[in-house]
């Protein structure tokens, strides 16, 4: 008997574009299931964990459209609007009905709020029943960021892992040691060799960066034996990930852009009070690369604020 995905039977050549509801919630989640005529691995592609990058989302709508179920050997997955109510009630990247970043809660909670419910279902219903996982973020509307992909280091399926990343058309990729809390860190615990790729920024959703996160997917896709074709592998820098969160709400002015590169001890940004007064100055801790910061004049207590690469030696 075929492998069953929230109730449905994965038979070859099957569509399905269905619902799953979120027990005590009046969520329900969109996902696709294109069932490949040749057999295969399982592969969950999801977008919108954090409802207000765009990019990704877009491309995930897409590419359930595009990808013919008479190409694929194996089954693909496709949740393109995890979080579909904070998307709805346009909240930039919370739940809306708890306030609660999805991406910091799984394996979520059967009796927890919106968010852990959430999550729990999107982990027992959809990831750990697959073998790869394909995460697509971006920069929130009050986030800038150079493109770059994460994978998980020191878990089961690094190596797998590591591949998929480098498929990813970008200069860099963060080897993660985060465990906890995120979707595709809870995948790599669980076996499954999951990547993160990070895409454009402001909730803009530009053509190009569309059509490049479809390019990456389907590369990877080629990775994994579940598209025809041999894979490209993009040589890139490889760093391990300094971030800083906002210790006071106040007036932001970085310094820095994604992409620039700098040395230890210079300045990063500075958060002011509405008369000019500088509240905090944040230095680098070591030379790096900027990867992506908040870009609104606002920022707040404990947000993200600014988060940075560290050299580990490239990919290959
Ligand atoms: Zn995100």
Redesign the pocket.
Known sequence: MSKIIAGHELVPGKTVRDYVHVEGTGIDVPYVLLCGMQPGPTVLITAG??CA?YV?IQAAVELADELDVRDLSGDLIIIPLCNRSGFEHRTM?MVYEDGKNL?RVFPGDPEGTAADRLAYVLFNTFIKNSNAHI?L????GYETLVPFAYYVGDTPAEETARKMAACVNTSYCVRSRCLTGGAYNLAAVNGVPSV?I?RGQLSLFPREEIDADKADVRNILKCLGVLEGEAVFYQKTQFMEYDDVSPCTGFWYPEKQPGDPFRKGEKLGEIRDCFGNCLFTECAERDGVLLYQCASLNILEKGPMIAYGVTEGPLF
């Open positions: 964990i954090h990058e990704g990247s991406n995460d973020h971006c920069g929130d993160l990070e």
